[in-house]
């Protein structure tokens, strides 16, 4: 089991900065993937980012540029930095992780953390 606790989220003017954050505990050793996702309201939920155990990162085209991913193994915390915000990344945040133990493959999600931005 894998347990997944999002914060940083809150309300920001567009042109504004947050950073997310993803702290993981519980099975962490067998996490290979890590990544963000968000769900605006009345929208399907959609990947943001994602970052491989070597640091291999993939980013959506509507974010590329303006977030950024990123890891520290030692503090077992996920973070996406968000730059340049726009009203269209008004959405709840979600981490997401991908583990792998005993031959089979889990993925757990975090409860979100919401992020507001206003033009």
């Known amino acids: 089991q894998v347990q997944l606790v999002e914060s940083g989220g809150g309300f920001v003017q567009a042109g504004g900065s947050l950073r997310l954050s993803c702290a993981a505990s519980g099975d962490i050793f067998s996490i290979y993937s890590m990544g963000w996702y968000r769900q605006a309201p009345g929208e399907q939920r959609e990947l943001v980012a994602t970052?491989?155990?070597?640091?291999?990162?993939n980013y959506a085209d509507s974010v590329k540029g303006r977030f950024t991913i990123s890891r520290d193994n030692a503090k077992n915390t996920m973070y996406l930095q968000m730059n340049s915000l726009k009203p269209e990344d008004t959405a709840v945040y979600y981490c997401k992780v991908h583990s792998s133990m005993r031959g089979f493959e889990y993925a757990y999600w975090g409860r979100g953390t919401q992020v507001t931005v206003s033009s």
């Open positions: 970052i491989t155990r070597d640091g291999s990162t």
